[in-house]
Nanobody, 122 residues
Framework: QVQLVESGGGLVQAGGSLRLSCVAS????????MGWYRQPPGEQRELVAT???????DYAASVKGRFTISRDNAKNTVYLQMNSLELDDTAVYYC????????????????WGRGTQVTVSS
């Protein structure tokens, strides 16, 4: 069973920083794109950032220049460094990964973590 487990959320003051981590565990062949999404209170889930297996990154306009996504392929881990946090960054942050269970699979399967709460206070 493949699992994604997030950590690093918490309460932080506006202007502060947090670092989220997400580890993929279980038996699988490879991890393609990994990413972070978030769901603010009362709103829909939205993309924050993604990173391919080769390290190509993409960011939502609202976080560009403040957040940095990275990954350690040897550890099956993706990180999200969040700096200059704003009140609007308050949300549950979810890890996402496209994972090939076996070499022969034509495409990967999308997995989600359970989420970690990030609360930014004034």
């Amino acid at each position: 069973q493949v699992q994604l487990v997030e950590s690093g959320g918490g309460l932080v003051q506006a202007g502060g920083s947090l670092r989220l981590s997400c580890v993929a565990s279980g038996i699988f062949f490879s991890i393609n794109t990994m990413g972070w999404y978030r769901q603010p209170p009362g709103e829909q889930r939205e993309l924050v950032a993604t990173i391919t297996s080769g390290g190509v990154t993409d960011y939502a306009a609202s976080v560009k220049g403040r957040f940095t996504i990275s990954r350690d392929n040897a550890k099956n881990t993706v990180y999200l460094q969040m700096n200059s946090l704003e009140l609007d960054d308050t949300a549950v942050y979810y890890c996402n990964a496209d994972i090939k269970r076996i070499r022969a699979a034509l495409r990967g399967v999308e997995y989600w973590g359970r989420g970690t709460q990030v609360t930014v206070s004034s």
